[in-house]
């Protein structure tokens, strides 16, 4: 009864969001044989049942209507594009959910890497060696670079990028050739591209999902990064890495982020953890003389003795505000 259940809820779901046609839009079609919606709708049950499709295909075939071959073609094609679905399907959730909330809601996008581990392979394409920042040792896989949207409350996954190395010389195994055409070759290329780009391109297909801040830990934030982000019509909120590589510019000269640290004081507020606030300029490389003001909030470690800075190119925020906002970045952890 309970699988009953659930079924019926998915057969819902999947007529409530027009699964047909998005699959239509993201050139998911068989000339024939069984549909491709009816494929998905089955291997989605089998998550919410509990059941895995490699031992249901073995044990219990005659609960699926499709065989081992028509599952595995279909999961395996390099002409559908999973990740225009996601996103489509993302954005009719999001736009649901905003019309039930109040338009005082700042909703953001989050950015966020992290291990895609596949130590026990040997075959998979692109695959190299990525750090581990965990156990602090290198394991093979990926980085998986996140894309996600949230409103404080609800957390949406809109795209993500699996990165391998720029460089040849570091992948393990090299790519099979494919026609350029496909989604498979774009996906590959897309996995040798630069972390920038690859965030850049996400906000791109994410042009369309309401979200006026992003994002990240400070991984990201590098001056380049912030300003091409904001070249996107969308503001940055992020943690700042404490290094002497990065430079600040304040009244006249460009100054590492601990020496700003002393212009803002010493006393916290009790309540918040602020200790002040410092308006700076950043320019995305050295010879360019274009500067670009940002704020930069200063809040006391409650953990520690330390101090955490973090910084918005939106100027009319708050103190306070800017470290509610950047609060909902844990959202995507």
Not at 84 to 90: R, T
Not at 96 to 102: A, E, G, K, R, Y
Not at 124 to 139: G, P, S
Not at 279 to 291: H, P
Request: charge should be positive; hydrophobic fraction near 40%; include cysteine.
């Amino acid at each position: 009864s309970n699988e009953n259940a659930v079924t019926s809820r998915i057969d819902q779901y999947f007529i409530q969001n027009s699964f047909s046609k998005l699959l239509k839009r993201c050139n998911f079609y068989k000339e024939s044989g069984i549909p491709c919606v009816t494929i998905l709708k089955e291997l989605f049950t089998l998550v919410f049942t509990g059941k895995n499709l490699f031992r249901t295909l073995e044990m219990r075939p005659e609960e699926l209507s499709f065989r081992k071959n028509t599952a595995y073609r279909f999961l395996n094609s390099g002409h559908y594009n999973w990740s225009k679905l996601l996103l489509l399907l993302a954005s009719k959730i999001i736009a649901f959910v905003n019309s039930l909330t109040s338009d005082d809601r700042k909703s953001v996008l989050i950015f966020d890497d992290s291990l895609y581990s596949r130590s026990r392979s040997k075959k998979v394409e692109l695959m190299t060696r990525v750090f581990d920042h965990t156990t602090h040792k290198f394991v093979k896989g990926f980085r998986m670079l996140t894309l996600g949207w949230s409103d404080g409350n609800t957390f949406l996954p809109i795209g993500f990028s699996l990165l391998s190395s720029q460089r040849p010389e570091k992948i393990l195994n090299p790519a099979k050739p494919l026609d350029k055409r496909t989604i498979a070759y774009k996906r590959r290329a897309e996995a040798m591209r630069s972390t920038t780009d690859a965030l850049i391109n996400l906000l791109h297909c994410a042009a369309n999902i309401p979200g006026k801040y992003v994002l990240f830990d400070s991984w990201f934030a590098h001056p380049k990064t912030i300003l091409r982000v904001k070249q996107e019509k969308r503001d940055v909120i992020c943690m700042l890495k404490i290094t002497e590589k990065i430079h600040y510019h304040h009244n006249g000269k460009w100054q590492p982020l601990q020496e700003l640290r002393k212009l803002t004081g010493d006393m916290a507020d009790d309540k918040t953890g602020i200790v002040g606030s410092i308006t700076v300029q950043i320019r995305e490389a050295k010879n360019i003389q274009e500067l670009t003001d940002v704020k930069i909030v200063f809040v006391q470690d409650k953990r520690s003795k330390n101090w955490l800075a973090l910084l918005s190119t939106d100027l009319e925020l708050s103190e306070e505000e800017v470290v509610r906002i950047y609060g909902k970045r844990w959202d995507i952890e």
